[in-house]
């Protein structure tokens, strides 16, 4: 069995059976454990993140279809202006009412997914906080384990000198 990470986008591999001790063994573990974990966060991050950019699109084009709608709706506002010439002023008047609460709706509608626009924008920073926060825990981790690693191996060394420096006392 080989057990392989990443780290700083460099691959490593460790074989369990050549650390000695159940010490690094449970750090092992724990540390497999703790990456899956971390993966698990920032892989539901991410698609919460494209979701939310995906919601962001589709709200912008909806704006962009309302605003087609508005500047038409205020093309036809104006020819029909000109038509008022033609018939009465009251009927004119009834008319350009019509117009004006189509219009002042729309303008509603606008001003909601704009406001959605913006809560979805406000989210989709928050998720990429949130996952630089995990990169930066994720990486702090990974060192702290890194650093266990090498004073366990120092130790093991000292620890193999000090049983080499006994035996040669003793037989020489």
Not at 31 to 42: D, G, H
Request: hydrophobic share 35%; net charge neutral.
């Amino acid at each position: 069995m080989f057990v392989t990470f990443r780290v700083h986008g460099i691959n490593h591999g460790i074989n369990p059976q050549s650390i000695p001790g159940p010490l690094n063994f449970t750090l092992l573990i724990q540390f497999t454990e703790e990456q899956a974990a971390y993966k698990r966060k920032l892989t539901a991050y991410q698609e919460g993140q494209q979701r939310q950019a995906q919601l962001v699109q589709r709200l912008q084009a909806k704006v962009l279809q309302y605003k087609k709608k508005c500047g038409d709706l205020e093309q036809m506002l104006q020819e029909k202006t000109s038509e008022l010439e033609k018939h009465s002023l009251e009927d004119a008047l009834i008319r350009l009412e019509e117009e004006q609460q189509r219009s002042s709706s729309l303008s509603a509608v606008n001003s909601m997914l704009r406001e959605q626009l913006e809560q979805a924008g406000l989210a989709n920073e928050a998720l990429s906080q949130d996952i630089r926060r995990l990169t930066v825990d994720w990486t702090r981790a990974r060192e702290e384990l890194d650093q266990k690693e090498s004073d366990w191996r120092r130790e093991e060394e000292v620890r193999g000198l000090n049983r080499f420096e006994k035996y040669y006392k003793y037989f020489c």
